[in-house]
Nanobody, 125 residues
Framework: QVQLAESGGGLMQAGGSLRLSCAAS????????MAWFRQAPGKEREFVAGISGSGRMTTYTDAVKGRFTISRDNAKNTVSLQMNSLKPEDTAVYYCAHPRGGTYNYRSRHNYDYWGQGTQVTVSS
């Protein structure tokens, strides 16, 4: 019903920046919230940032506040994640995600029904 495809990952030195992009297609609406999650080796997938359908409201996990910015362009059906001041701890596969209808806890990975394939972000020290 919904297809998500991430791009923009790569290798970056600590302190550098990367911009991730998620292209959405299928049964998706501009009113749908969207989010970015990440998963490091041996760890559970964790919430990184979320954005409302309009883009007016955003939320972030404490670890990335002040460094990452989530945004969206509904005309292009894309969601972006600007990552600045990258740290080695940011190394992970980053996923774009779509929440289930009726979801109120956007921070739980269990409340998302569609995921992209993920894009690798590696930050060297």
């Amino acid at each position: 019903q919904v297809q998500l495809a991430e791009s923009g990952g790569g290798l970056m030195q600590a302190g550098g920046s990367l911009r991730l992009s998620c292209a959405a297609s299928g049964r998706i609406f501009s009113s749908d919230a969207m989010a970015w999650f990440r998963q490091a080796p041996g760890k559970e997938r964790e919430f990184v940032a979320g954005i409302s359908g309009s883009g007016r409201m955003t939320t972030y996990t404490d670890a990335v506040k002040g460094r990452f910015t989530i945004s969206r362009d509904n005309a292009k059906n894309t969601v972006s994640l600007q990552m600045n001041s990258l740290k080695p701890e940011d190394t992970a596969v980053y996923y774009c995600a779509h929440p289930r209808g009726g979801t109120y806890n956007y921070r739980s990975r269990h409340n998302y029904d569609y995921w992209g394939q993920g894009t690798q972000v590696t930050v060297s020290s």
